[in-house]
Each structure stands twice: as structure tokens, then as C-alpha cells.
């Protein structure tokens, strides 16, 4: 069993099956849904129906004129209404109860209490009254557990978060810095013309490798791309324990994320790595900024002049310097400067290479967007290298069913194809690129997204 529901942001996202689509037909009644197409419709109307006349009451009320409620409100909906209608266990597949489920709301700090009560509040204006009514006891129970169970639910392409979700056997799964296994949603299939080969949008716990009898089941609640230190503020901040996993407790690879360079055997000042990474953090800050404002050539030239910096005195792996890479990359593909954002993405994978577990999902998707990017600037070998890597990783965290996968062996199948082209001739190889991009340009890159998947358990700030 699981719930899920849409942020409230105005993007192209399919209600039913969280599919980023740039066609969508909006719900007729409440204005706020919307869906690929009819099918989609008919697949989410069981979990809209009820919703549908309560956000277009909502919208009515006075401030509220015109909108709909925040997604935990939403969500929390969602949930009392299958409650009500299926009870506590809502299929034999589920192995606890939400009632089962720690909420931590005595742990929360006052800020959050506050935003606690205002949704509370919201929640009891939302909830119809021909709906059987609950306990403020049992609504914010709900909250609780949406706010340390949450799950950020993904586009098709895994690397937007479009939604919140909640799932229940999900919750029993512990956390370690390293783990043996990742969750992975797999939005299914809705779009096949005969329903018998429809299939569900699932959360999938995979092992990352082989697992001894006895062993412990175990996800990471956070990136591993941050310090010892970060990671144990963000885990005790929101899901309320103080790690002591193996990784945790020997500080394992922080000397590599806040390290700095090493030239001929001699290594930078610590003095001067220190600066730079200060200099850094504050750059940093500047280069969200503007990427919020989608000011993008203000983006790229905040890079390149903190980039200028970093490369002599930190080491690959730091974790300021890849953040840059990172984003220079993805935004120089969208501008088309493609050949920089190859030369971006491959530094950034280098360094993943060498702090991130060989079957991280991150790093899995990482190299397949280096791969694509090595491909559209025409670097065949390196990209078609790169794809290989990417798909051996997705087989592994994703399935070989899962969307992404296929449409990655779909790349690897055509890069394989262009390299035997290149090898056989390389200068028809180039002449007939250039001639198929001259008259079908290359798309442009969707646009960098504000809010990336890097941690799937996590609440969602309003």
C-alpha cells in the first residue's frame, strides 16, 4: 500500500502517474488535477474522487480563493479517506500499521510544531463535513508520520521530485551511511492501450549486492555526499537518532570530501584549502541563488569564477568542487555549451568514482547523464564508455524493467552503433553527425530543475 501526492507547483506533472508530460488535461471540477490523458484520469480517479469536491471547496474560502492545499495537507487527506474505507492493514503485502508507526512530534523543535498547527489547521478547513470526522489527536499523528516517513517521489526520469508519499513497509527499513540495498520507485505502466498489461507505481528495495542470512536490510536516508558531521545533523534534525554506523564512526572518507589537492607528491596548505573552501561554500550559496531566479548565465559565470579557484588547491573528490562541476555541467548542457559541460561532467563522475558506493543509484544516473552528454558533444568513445557503466549500475539499483533502464540500453544500443561506425570510419562517422545535426539541431536540454532527487527520505519544507 501507498500514498502519494503532487507539490503544489504549477509543473507539467501527471497526477496519476507523475510523468513530466508537456500536454496534461486538467481535472474539469476542482481545476488542480491533471493527467496525460484519459486513461491516467480513469487510474487516479479512486484516490481523486474524494479530493475533487474538497479542493474546489477549499479554494473557495476566503484566502484560500483559488488554491489548493499544500501536499502533506493533501496527502494526510488521502490517507484518513483509505483508513476510513479500508481500515488500519489495507492488504496482505503491508507488515505494520500506520498507528504502528513513531510520529516523533515530542521531538520536534518549536518551529516545526508551529508549521505543525497551521496544517492542522488547514486540514480541518480542507476535511469535508460529510466526512467522518477525527480526532486532532489522530490527524496529527498522520502529520507526524508523513513528516519523518516521508518519501520524495520522483519523475520518470528519477531526477525531479514532483511529490510526497508514504510507504508503510518502507518505514521498517533502517538506516546506514553505507547500506546493502536501495528503494527505487518504479512509476509502472498505464499507457498500454489494453488494461491487462497496465501495471501499478510501486516502491522497489533492491540489494545492492549479496546479503548474508541474518544480515540486517539496510537504506540511506541521506546523501552520502556530505561530511560525517552533516549527515548526523540532517538524520537527528529529521528523523530524530544519532547514527553510529560504521561509516559515521570512523569519519570514513571525509578527509577525501574536504581534502585538497596534491602536486608532485606535495599537498596544498592547509591554510589555503581552508579559505578556499570557505570561499567556496559562500559562492555556493551565490550559485543557487541565481539558479533559482533561473538566471543561468549568471549561474555559469559564478562557476567558472569559483572553479577558477578551487582546481589548484582542493582535490577532486571535495565535495564543494564536484557541487560545482555538477551544476556547471547540467546548466552548460542546457545553454548548448557542450563540450564544457562534457569536460564538467566527467571531473564530477571521476570524483563520484571515488567516495560513492560502486552501485549508488546516484552514481549510477551521474554517468548516464556524463555519458549522454559525452555523446551530444560528439566524444563517442568516452560517452558510449560511460553509458556502458551507467547501465551496469541501473541493471543493479533500477532493474532491468524500470523505465530508466531500457531507455539507457536503448543509448547503449545506438552508442555501440556509432562507435562501429567511428572505428571503421572515422571521418564519415564526423561528416554524417555533422550533416544529421545541421538539419535536425539538437534539442535543447530540459531546464535544471530547483528541486533534485538526492535524498528520497526526507520532508518537504513549505
Known sequence: SYFCSVYNRRDKICHSCFRRQDKLQRCGQCKFAQYCDKTCQSAGW?????????IKAFGAIGDNFGKAP?????????IMWRLD??????????????????NHISDMPEDDLKELKVDIHNFLDYWPRNSKQHRVDDISHIFGVINCNGFTVSDQRGLNAVGVGLFPNLCLVNHDCWPNCTVILNHGNQSAVNTVYHSQMRIELRALGKIEPGEEVTVSYVDFLNVTEDRQRQLKMHYFFDCTCEHCKGHIKDDLKMGGKEVDGVKVPEEQVKEVTEYSLQMLQKMDKARLEGNYHEVIKICRECMEKQEPVLADTHIYQLRMWSTASEVSAY?????????YARKMVDGYNKLYHPCNAH?????MRAGVTHWQAGKIEVGHGMICKAYAILQRTHGPTHPITKDLEAMRMQTEMELRMFRENEYIYKSMREAALKNQPMNMM?????????????????
Open 46 to 54: 479512486k484516490e481523486h474522487k474524494l479530493e475533487c469536491g474538497a
Open 446 to 462: 530540459n531546464e535544471p530543475m530547483a528541486e533534485s532527487v538526492k535524498n528520497l527520505f526526507r520532508r518537504q519544507k513549505k
Open 363 to 367: 552514481l549510477g544516473m551521474a554517468t
Open 85 to 102: 474505507k479500508e481500515g488500519g492493514v489495507m492488504s496482505d503485502m503491508q507488515m505494520t500499521s500506520l498507528d504502528d508507526l513513531e
Open 335 to 343: 545553454l548548448q555549451f557542450i563540450d564544457e559541460a562534457a569536460d
Open 70 to 78: 499544500n501536499e502533506n495537507i493533501r496527502l494526510a487527506a488521502r
